[in-house]
T-cell receptor, first 115, second 113 residues
Framework: DTGVSQNPRHKITKRGQNVTFRCDPI?????LYWYRQTLGQGPEFLTY????????KSRLLSDRFSAERPKGSFSTLEIQRTEQGDSAMYLC?????????????FGQGTRLTVV | GNSVTQMEGPVTLSEEAFLTINCTYT??????LFWYVQYPGEGLQLLLK?????DKGSNKGFEATYRKETTSFHLEKGSVQVSDSAVYFC????????????FGKGTKLTVNP
């Protein structure tokens, strides 16, 4: 296993278009998180899955954002009708539930630019 | 709600200098505390962590001690190297529930030879 994988690494889109990002977590990890990071800021939590269940969503996650993890493995984050304010790095992280090591491992992120 | 405040950068040091990056937190209960590092062009990596008061996390010569009385988790290294140049993030998570991370804004460190 090579760690958390995110695709694409970069995405440029026109305002108003829809975009979808994919995250493949470490295979045995049942927890998956999405964060958003803007320039000069730390990552901010967006949403959390435990297996296929989306258990927590931040107020930052507007109605234009939706995330899924249909089989408890990979996850997708879709942004509809993108706005310039959506430009950011979108980070995915995964971790194991329980056990002695619950460290969150991060992917390299998808950088979204809305023009 | 929970929050983390860390020293704003950028910080520029010469090789072998002593490093301190301050971090304080506000939280209900007793969170776990972390330092993450982001090297240029790479993803966030866990540097060290502490899960209870007076615990000291350490890794790669970096140390931080969980101080409940001052709600702090300052990062220190006795002698920095050029390869330590990166952005450092202090973070906390509540135990139980989602254990989502709350991050500070990050401190960019540049070490010159």
């Amino acid at each position: 296993d090579t760690g958390v994988s995110q695709n694409p690494r970069h995405k440029i889109t026109k305002r108003g278009q829809n975009v979808t990002f994919r995250c493949d977590p470490i295979s045995e990890h049942n927890r998956l998180y999405w964060y958003r990071q803007t320039l000069g800021q730390g990552p901010e939590f967006l949403t959390y899955f435990q297996n296929e269940a989306q258990l927590e969503k931040s107020r930052l996650l507007s109605d234009r954002f939706s995330a899924e993890r249909p089989k408890g493995s990979f996850s997708t984050l879709e942004i509809q009708r993108t706005e310039q304010g959506d430009s950011a790095m979108y980070l995915c992280a995964s971790s194991a539930l329980g056990g002695t090591n619950t460290e969150a491992f991060f992917g390299q992120g998808t950088r979204l630019t809305v023009v | 709600g929970n929050s983390v405040t860390q020293m704003e950068g950028p910080v520029t040091l010469s090789e072998e200098a002593f490093l301190t990056i301050n971090c304080t937190y506000t939280a209900t209960g007793y969170p776990s505390l972390f330092w993450y590092v982001q090297y240029p062009g790479e993803g966030l990596q866990l540097l060290l962590k502490a899960t209870k008061a007076d615990d000291k996390g350490s890794n790669k010569g970096f140390e931080a001690t969980y101080r409940k009385e001052t709600t702090s988790f300052h990062l220190e290294k006795g002698s920095v190297q050029v390869s330590d140049s990166a952005v450092y993030f202090c973070a906390l998570s509540d135990r139980g529930g989602s254990e989502k991370l709350v991050f500070g804004k990050g401190t960019k460190l540049t070490v010159n030879p």
